[in-house]
């Protein structure tokens, strides 16, 4: 009895760390802080679906919990402007209490944008944050945010201070370099490794990468050097949340006497806001619409576009399709592609390469050169952030289990003790005192949440199944007439197929079900009363296995059953 009390309070009196997205996959980033009444949040991110979610648009962090206790949410702070950091604020906002978001300018204003695009939302209490800004989020928590570098500016990290202790969120980072050599930024860093910190989470993406990031210098001289070289137009193709290499290209364009042509809506937007918030200076003129672009001659011009991984909607599928209304490759062109290649998109970027190159313009990408340097940090800089921050105690979140394991190694090489990095899975509960951070063996909600359409979290495993049936094995609809007295077939049953087979070539097959449907029909006892749902149960069972038998395939089995 007295020992259950002592865990009790303890329990009560020790802060609470939960990730509810980001520790089983990248994206969906969502974690939480709690101490008593008071809990802060940090991201509300969404992640992009896989090949095992057919049809749907997003996933979201699963707030149940935060919802649970809305009336503790002090604050929700966003590290910076990308989808996976941003993208669920305005599923999960209302739910979690609306509570003030505090976010450096440009993600203040990318989220501010939008969240217009949802008007049934209520209005968003932002609060606009910079580097050395220390806050008071309630009465047990203190925030002091300092910069870092990642591709978009205004990437914030935080120190966290708690009752138990500093706490440490290095968010999506990596180290640029200076001419010489030196990691940007590290006596900051230093100064707060001073600062006693308890507990490091720092992200893990390119954790198992070697080596160190490649500058953003070396970068831009490559893409310079490129152009220098191209005779005719330059299309540049990147992620418009790349803002701060947008930026380095228009520099180079403009130093190279070229006009800079924007396709892609979100990459209008997100350059428009980095000029207005002063972020980017181009001169007068520089970008000039599409529309204009056969107004320039190919040697002074560069476009800037989005598609670099094969998207199907994006401009640079357009353009290699032939489908685009301004731009049509053509020989002489000179095609850049400035990002990596995310997982599972190689084979649309080798189709759009094959397509380009046919049509006698000139690609390159960034495998080939140093055109792409990635937003995440690998191993060295994520030792040299560890060195610099040296904490108690490590939990590398954003990324799957085999990323955080390779980050937990780095911290081994730094001389982090083994049993103080810590690998929680999404929901898992983790429990700090001041003289200690353990994952315990409580758990929260963080299970998937879908968003299909306008639709939030009513996709459910039924649907996902039904789906990849659909997609993989196809249909078969059944259509029984049936006397309703005597229950007998009245006619021959229609038999319709959708991706499962085609029926013309199929007479035989076809056949065969039409007489196992006559005669399942037939073998029900005539006293019986003809029930709909039995004997559509029947039809669904009973055909299944007959037609796996002749098919080796699963379709979705619907049968329709009219009585007349
Ligand atoms: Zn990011
Ligand atoms: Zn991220």
Redesign the pocket.
Known sequence: MIRRKTIKTEETESLKFVPLGGLEEVGRNCMFFEYQDEIVVIDAGLQFPEETTPGIDYIIPNVNYLQQNKNKVRALIIT?G?Y??IGAIPYIIQKIGNPPIYAAPITAEIIKRRQEDFPNQPKLNVITTKHGDKIKLGQYFEVEFFDLD???PDTLGLILKTPAGNMVHVT?FRFDYDENEQPVGLPGYEKIGKLNIHTLLMESTSAWKEGRSLAERVVIETLEELFKAAQGRIIVGTFASMITRLGEIVKVAQKLKRKVFVSGFSMKTNLQIAQNLGYLKFEKGALLPIEELHKYKDDKVLIICTGAQGEPQATLMRVANGEHKYIKAKEGDTFVFSSSVIVGNEYAIQILKDNLTRQGAKVYQSMHMDIHAS?HGPKEDMKLMLNAMRPRFFIPVHGFYFMRAANKENALECGLPKNNILLPDNGQVIEITPNSTRITDKNVDAYQVMVDGLGVGDVGEVVLRDRRILAEEGMLVLILTLDKEKGHLLKKPDIISRGFIYLKEQAGVVEEIRSKIRHLIERIPRHQHLDDDYVKSLLREQLGTFIYNKTHRRPMILPVVIEV
């Open positions: 910076h990308h996976d950091h990642h591709t978009i999506d937003g």
